[in-house]
């Protein structure tokens, strides 16, 4: 068996990767950072000001991220926003259920608590690309079948 041929833009191919993979860290660290801010802003408002701006940043990361980092061809701006919609609204509601979960499950000793807060954060972690990969392929699904009945007529 063969080794499989490499495309002439291997090197091309590796640093778009490199790119993309830098991208998507310099996007976190600014959803951080957006997100510390507009929470720590956000605690004197009521709780439907503090949802919608929770929203509003993740929705405006989510554009960003499914605009700019998914591969050639770019999805147009409505298949975006509309994915990158509902994403924001399901991350909403998982940072709702965590927080709930969180509050009720309440305190433990210093050992247990940095357990459990650990282990928490890497639920929200998991959550947080499982639902950026379901947008992303949400969007991918949307924008084929928008392109299916043009490939069909040709």
């Known amino acids: ?12 191919d590796r640093l778009d990767g490199i790119g993309a993979t830098l991208g998507a ?6 959803w951080f950072t957006i997100g510390g ?5 956000a605690l004197a408002l009521p709780a439907a000001l503090r949802f919608g701006s929770g929203l509003l940043a993740s929705f405006v990361l989510f554009v960003l991220l499914y605009r ?14 509309g994915s990158a ?19 009720s499950i309440g305190g433990g000793s210093a ?3 940095l357990l459990g807060a650990v ?11 499982a639902l950026t990969l379901y947008g992303a ?7 084929e079948q928008r392109s299916a009945p043009v490939a069909a007529q040709a």
């Open 1 to 12: 068996m063969a080794a499989p041929e490499r495309s002439a833009s291997f090197v091309r």
């Open 25 to 30: 860290l310099g996007l976190a660290l600014l």
């Open 37 to 41: 801010i507009v929470s720590g802003i």
């Open 68 to 81: 700019f980092l998914l591969p050639a061809p770019s999805p147009s701006w409505r298949l975006v926003s």
């Open 85 to 103: 919609l509902a994403t924001a609204l399901a991350w909403e509601a998982t940072k709702f259920a965590i927080t709930t979960a969180v509050q």
């Open 111 to 113: 050992v247990y608590g």
């Open 119 to 129: 282990t928490g954060i890497l639920v929200a972690a998991q959550l947080a690309a």
């Open 137 to 143: 392929a949400l969007l991918a699904t949307m924008t």
